[in-house]
């Protein structure tokens, strides 16, 4: 897979559209239409109240997500002028600080609704793998979160023909922005397949989701080029720091499992069958 582009798809004068920029839009629209057209949460919220639920946690991802690219990037960023730090161009937002500061906004919603706020979280997360598999596509036509250098290319290998888009240009790449793509497809294929199962209380698949994109994201970030900085070792393996936030997920949707699910698992199983 060669990929030349520009990493501006439109520009007029001051206005100019990147790639990164328009996977990111199409991310937050394509959330918007899928949570308005989820007929059982339309049961127990308004369109103004999903719609303005929408928007704070969008916000609140593209500021926790930019939070961690600038803190990560501390020693770039304290050269250049204040503003660059809120300046989001080609890039420069990291989709686990996003996810890092979602679930600090599920704790507020919690809050705010008490325990309707599990049904919204609920679509939220059964939904949230599409958006972040459409802002991957923003990863890889942008050049960054790009993987290991491989020695022998095959037909998934990435490689960049435009400096503008990356450092590294004709050597063939270790599709990262591509795995971490089809594993948020696999997990929102899994909440696809869940119902024949059963779901079994509210909250279940937020908590699920926490968990498997924790994993994911472990995963995932031993395929990258350019990890976050080690923080462990086990059994002689590296952890980033990107790993040990991932941590902090698999925890946090642990911790929902346990806090929501009913005492007696059993009764509410044969309820619900």
């Known amino acids: 897979m060669i990929i030349s582009l520009s990493p501006l798809l439109f520009e007029y004068k001051f206005f100019r559209i990147t790639s990164f920029g328009f996977f990111a839009a199409l991310s937050i629209i394509v959330s918007y239409i899928l949570l308005l057209r989820d007929n059982k949460l339309r049961i127990f919220f308004t369109s103004d109240e999903i719609l303005q639920t929408i928007t704070e946690l969008s916000i609140c991802?593209?500021?926790?997500?930019?939070?961690?690219?600038?803190?990560?990037?501390?020693?770039?960023?304290?050269?250049?002028?204040?503003?660059?730090?809120?300046?989001?161009?080609?890039?420069?937002l990291s989709l686990l600080g996003g996810l890092s500061a979602c679930s600090i906004y599920m704790i507020y919603l919690w809050i705010k609704y008490k325990e309707k706020h599990l049904k919204i979280a609920d679509a939220f997360a059964e939904k949230a793998p599409v958006t972040q598999a459409i802002a991957r596509l923003g990863c890889l036509f942008a050049g960054c979160c790009h993987g290991f250098i491989e020695r022998t290319p095959h037909l998934f290998?990435?490689?960049y023909k435009n400096p503008e888009l990356c450092k590294i240009v004709g050597f063939?790449?270790?599709?990262?922005q591509l795995l971490s793509l089809v594993l948020s497809l696999c997990i929102f294929l899994f909440f696809k397949?869940?119902?024949?199962?059963?779901?079994?209380?509210d909250g279940e698949i937020l908590a699920w989701y926490f968990i498997l994109e924790?994993?994911?994201?472990i995963a995932a970030d031993f395929t990258r080029f350019e990890r976050s900085k080690e923080v462990f070792k086990f059994m002689e393996i590296s952890f980033s720091n990107h790993q040990l936030i991932s941590l902090y997920l698999i925890a946090f949707?642990?911790?929902?499992?346990?806090?929501?699910k009913p005492k007696n698992m059993l009764q509410v199983t044969q309820e619900k069958i």
Do not use: C, D, M
């Open 214 to 217: 924790g994993f994911a994201r």
């Open 253 to 260: 949707g642990l911790a929902i499992y346990f806090k929501f």
């Open 157 to 159: 290998s990435v490689v």
């Open 172 to 176: 063939p790449l270790f599709p990262s």
């Open 61 to 92: 991802a593209i500021i926790g997500a930019r939070a961690l690219f600038v803190a990560q990037n501390w020693s770039a960023f304290a050269t250049e002028a204040w503003y660059e730090i809120f300046l989001v161009r080609s890039g420069g």
């Open 193 to 201: 397949i869940r119902p024949k199962f059963k779901t079994f209380f």
